[in-house]
């Protein structure tokens, strides 16, 4: 099973860019689907981004359309998230995900494998 590890989060203000990596070993990462998830405090866990194995196709939820990119090297390993134009309310930790079964907007009850997250908070 694919172990991940995130990095890049922190502290910036609204309408800054911030590019979150997950790193994958143990695994061959090129055979699961990858996402990212977020969690606010006092909230649940809700999907962010996801991407298909070979990179070709991309999913992300109403609230980041446009401002959230979810990409994949597979000859690295690794899986990025570029956010641009943050919001407040993007604050939350980030973990990345992933899935051998299940592709698209994946419920997290699909995923088998989870990163320990990365905060993320934007101030306004």
């Known amino acids: 099973q694919v172990q991940l590890v995130e990095s890049g989060g922190g502290l910036v203000q609204a309408g800054d860019s911030l590019r979150l990596s997950c790193a994958a070993s143990?695994?061959?990462?090129?055979?699961?689907?990858m996402g990212w998830f977020r969690q606010a405090p006092g909230k649940a866990r809700e999907f962010v981004v996801s991407?298909?194995?070979?990179?070709?196709?991309?999913y992300s939820a109403d609230s980041v359309k446009g401002r959230f990119t979810i990409s994949r090297d597979n000859s690295k390993n690794t899986l990025y998230l570029q956010m641009n134009s943050l919001k407040p309310e993007d604050t939350a930790v980030y973990y990345c995900?992933?899935?051998?079964?299940?592709?698209?907007?994946?419920?997290?009850?699909?995923?088998?494998?989870w990163g320990q997250g990365t905060q993320v908070t934007v101030s306004s």
């Open positions: 995900a992933a899935s051998a079964s299940s592709g698209g907007y994946f419920d997290s009850n699909a995923v088998d494998s």
């Open positions: 991407i298909n194995r070979s990179g070709g196709s991309t």
């Open positions: 143990g695994g061959t990462f090129s055979s699961y689907y």
